[in-house]
């Protein structure tokens, strides 16, 4: 199950995830502390649903959550970052969040994925995301549009 970060509790679930996650990061792959994440929270209530949702996971009601995924809209696509605690990765969680988010945002979805994260290149092919943009850089881009299908990774 998938909820809306909306506690101060779910804030600090989403931080301590994040920060296990912190070295596939595409962005920033620094340390979050409870002050920083504080002031994120404050800035994320402000700018709005149309701006970037973020959702925490679990296995089911009550359980403790094992993974956070967000999508910051753009003007005409969404980009989506994602994160699972160690022990529920492997286990199929992240290509099912990549196939949700293309639903649930019903607009074009890109990734930024490092060209040394297997996994999460491997889980968004499957998802149907093909390559966008590749310079032979750190990262790749990876979308849901269809025009971009022949794009090679
Ligand atoms: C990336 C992440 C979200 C993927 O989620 P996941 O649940 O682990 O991925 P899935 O189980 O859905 O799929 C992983 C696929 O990669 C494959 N895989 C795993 N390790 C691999 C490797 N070293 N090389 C190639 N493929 C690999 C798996 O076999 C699986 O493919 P298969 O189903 O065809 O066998 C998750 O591993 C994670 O949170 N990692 C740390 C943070 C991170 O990388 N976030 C993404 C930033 S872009």
């Known amino acids: 199950m998938a909820w809306p970060i909306t506690t ?23 340390i979050i502390t409870p002050q920083a994440q504080a002031y994120w929270y404050i800035e994320y209530r402000a700018s709005g649903p149309t701006t970037i949702q973020v959702w925490l996971l679990a296995h089911a009601a009550a359980q403790p959550p094992l993974g956070f995924f967000a999508l910051r809209h753009h003007p005409y696509h969404t980009v989506i970052t994602l994160g699972l605690i160690r022990d529920a990765r492997n286990r199929g969680y992240g290509t099912a969040i990549y196939t949700h988010a293309r639903e649930i945002a019903g607009r074009e979805v890109r990734a930024t994925i490092a060209r040394d994260n297997a996994r999460s290149i491997q889980a968004a092919k499957k998802a149907g995301y093909v390559v966008l943009y590749d310079d032979g850089g750190p990262t790749i881009e990876f979308t849901t549009a269809q025009w971009a299908v022949g794009g090679t990774a």
């Open 8 to 30: 101060l509790g779910d804030v600090e679930c989403l931080r301590q995830i994040r920060n296990a996650c912190r070295l596939y990061m595409t962005n920033d792959t620094g």
